[in-house]
């Protein structure tokens, strides 16, 4: 139980354009779910809280107007980039929070997307 | 905001040897513990976790101990095999749906 799905995994694209990543709770529904985003040899790093059905909360440093996140359903929460450039190139995870088993702490992750920007 | 800091960066152990590592944690508000395992390119998993109730947990041979005067948890693996080689993370919360704050993640190594 507890599993997350992202899609795309990869997903490789020209500067300039934008890039839309979904991130699912496939057995589980989930009020809140997490945005990071991890460079090479690093941790990860907390982007936005996404909750559903109110704006995200982004973290210090993190452009609400470059990383759009919309989380619409229960079961899922979408993260667009937009205008990526190089510099956004990154592995990013999403996880997310069951509502059902009353552990509100517990994260669960999602496979993450790498993101290369030409 | 909360701090995590851990250690050792890299650790290398001979199979079968015990491996630790530790963490601190600034924020006394946090009262939430997990550890993931990241092997490289894929996702972070849950192999343990530890709330502020609790002094130590064990599952097989993993095992969290907390100390919550000193502010600081550490992971325990025993007879280590060479699949345990990954990348390991510790983490604070708050708990109650609050963010992770992550550790910058301990690299073990486990020569057969």
């Known amino acids: 139980g507890a599993v997350v799905s992202q899609h795309p995994s990869r997903v490789i694209c020209k500067s300039g354009t934008s890039v839309k990543i979904e991130c699912r709770s496939l057995d589980f529904q989930a009020t809140t779910m997490f945005w990071y985003r991890q460079f090479p040899k690093q941790s990860l790093m907390l982007m936005a809280t996404s909750n559903e059905g109110s704006k995200a909360t982004y973290e210090q440093g993190v452009e609400k107007d470059k990383f759009l996140i919309n989380h619409a359903s229960l079961t899922l929460s979408t993260l667009t980039v937009t205008s990526a450039h190089p510099e956004d190139s990154s592995f990013y995870i999403c996880?997310?929070?069951?509502?059902?088993?009353?552990?509100?702490?517990?994260?669960?992750f999602g496979p993450g997307t790498r993101l290369t920007v030409l | 905001g909360e701090n995590v800091e851990q250690h050792p960066s890299t650790l290398s152990v001979q199979e079968g040897d015990s491996a630790v590592i530790k963490c601190t944690y600034s924020?006394?508000?946090?009262?939430?513990f997990p550890w993931y395992k990241q092997e490289l390119g894929k996702r972070p998993q849950l192999i343990i976790d530890?709330?502020?109730?609790?002094g130590e947990k064990k599952d097989q041979r993993i095992a969290v101990t907390l100390n919550k005067t000193a502010k600081h948890f550490s992971l325990h693996i025993t007879e280590t095999q060479p699949e345990d080689s990954a990348v390991y993370f510790c983490?604070?919360?708050?708990?109650?749906?609050?963010?992770?704050?992550f550790g910058k993640g301990t690299m073990l190594l486990v020569s057969p």
């Open positions: 983490a604070a919360s708050p708990g109650g749906y609050s963010t992770l704050t």
């Open positions: 996880s997310a929070v069951p509502i059902q088993t009353g552990e509100t702490d517990t994260q669960y």
């Open positions: 924020d006394s508000a946090s009262n939430y």
């Open positions: 530890i709330r502020s109730n609790v």
